[in-house]
Nanobody, 115 residues
Framework: QVQLVESGGGLVQAGGSLRLTCTASGRISGNVAQAWYRQAGGKERELVASIRGGGITDYADSVTGRFSISRDKTFKSTFLQMNNLRPEDTAVYSC?????????WGQGTQVTVAS
C-alpha cells in the first residue's frame, strides 16, 4: 500500500511563491508517474502538472511558466514550485501517484492566495 502526504500549503499574497511537497511511503518501483491536481470551491478537480518517465512534464495552460513540477531520484518526493501566485490559484492541492496501473491520492493541502 502506498500513502501520500502533502505539505507546504498556506496563505500567501498575490505574486508570492509556495513550494508543495508530496511524500510517499510504501513500495514504489517500476514505472511511476506523479501529478498535482487542485480543486477550488464549487469547481471540478483539474490537473495542474504531471511528471512521468524520463522526466517528461506537462502543465495546465493556466500555470505554464509559473509552476514547476519535479521529483527526487527515489520517486518518493514530488514537488510543485509555484511562483507568481494569483488569487485564482486558491484551491486544495492534491498529489497523485500511478504505480503499475494503480492510482493513489493524498489528502490535499490548502493554498490560499490573497489579493
Amino acid at each position: 500500500q502506498v500513502q501520500l502526504v502533502e505539505s507546504g500549503g498556506g496563505l500567501v499574497q498575490a505574486g508570492g511563491s509556495l513550494r508543495l511537497t508530496c511524500t510517499a511511503s510504501g513500495r514504489i518501483s517500476g514505472n511511476v508517474a506523479q501529478a498535482w491536481y487542485r480543486q477550488a470551491g464549487g469547481k471540478e478537480r483539474e490537473l495542474v502538472a504531471s511528471i512521468r518517465g524520463g522526466g517528461i512534464t506537462d502543465y495546465a495552460d493556466s500555470v505554464t511558466g509559473r509552476f514547476s513540477i519535479s521529483r527526487d531520484k527515489t520517486f518518493k518526493s514530488t514537488f510543485l514550485q509555484m511562483n507568481n501566485l494569483r488569487p485564482e490559484d486558491t484551491a486544495v492541492y492534491s498529489c497523485s501517484m500511478v504505480i503499475r496501473g494503480a492510482q493513489y491520492w493524498g489528502q490535499g493541502t490548502q493554498v490560499t492566495v490573497a489579493s
